[in-house]
């Protein structure tokens, strides 16, 4: 998408994420936007790739990973009974195969070290994910297990600017992304999850 185009308003935006290394950030931009453009060339809609070296935190074993590409969506080392995306890509459409690739390319290049490069962090589970959703492009960091700290942050991603920090993700998206509409924000008289959990033990 470009800059001008119509976002979603009434938003949470808890930023802003400031770059540390900017040399590696240009790194992760240009592998993200590169990534939105084939997604977007596929003309499906919603899709969404993403992976993870630890969905969860008791299960150590396995580097996750997820592709929505219209009506397809599975994963590896799932928790749904019967789902395995090595085995039900091998029958997808073109479309979703072209996702899966797209996102092997992701993992390859090593787009979640340079993101914790990019703003010096620590991902040591959080789920990266690139989404196309209703023609729009966005980087979503999802904190998997929930810290007080951690919130599911979403970056717009740009063809003619640098990606940026926009607002704040409604829900998990390593749950969301098997949603009818997998991206939605949280308002900007929302909590988000983990403060709404403070609240409740307090």
């Known amino acids: 998408m470009k800059l001008g185009t119509v976002l979603p308003d009434g938003v949470l935006r808890l930023g802003p994420w400031e770059v540390k290394d900017h040399p590696a ?27 993870s070296p630890n969905r969860f ?25 019967g789902v395995d995306l090595d085995r039900d890509i091998a029958t997808a459409s073109r479309q ?4 899966y690739a797209v996102l092997r390319a992701l993992d390859a290049a090593g787009w979640r070290d340079l993101f914790a490069k990019a703003f010096d962090i620590r991902m040591p589970d959080q789920t990266l994910s690139v989404v196309v959703q209703n023609g729009l492009t966005w ?36 749950w969301a992304i098997r949603n009818p509409v997998p991206l939605e924000f949280l308002g900007e008289n929302d909590k988000p999850s983990w403060r709404q959990a403070m609240d409740w033990q307090d």
Request: glycine share 4%; net charge negative.
């Open 25 to 51: 950030f240009l790194r992760l931009d240009g592998l993200v936007r590169e990534a939105a453009s084939q997604l977007v060339a596929l003309r499906q809609d919603p899709i969404a790739v993403a992976s």
């Open 57 to 81: 935190d008791d299960a150590h074993t396995y580097d996750w990973r997820a592709v929505r590409c219209g009506d397809f969506i599975s994963e590896n080392g799932s928790y749904y009974p």
């Open 96 to 99: 979703a195969k072209t996702a």
């Open 139 to 174: 980087l979503v960091l999802s904190a998997n297990n929930v810290t007080e700290d951690e919130c599911d942050p979403v970056f717009a991603i740009w063809e003619d600017a640098e990606m940026s920090y926009f607002a704040e993700a409604k829900e998990r998206f390593d």
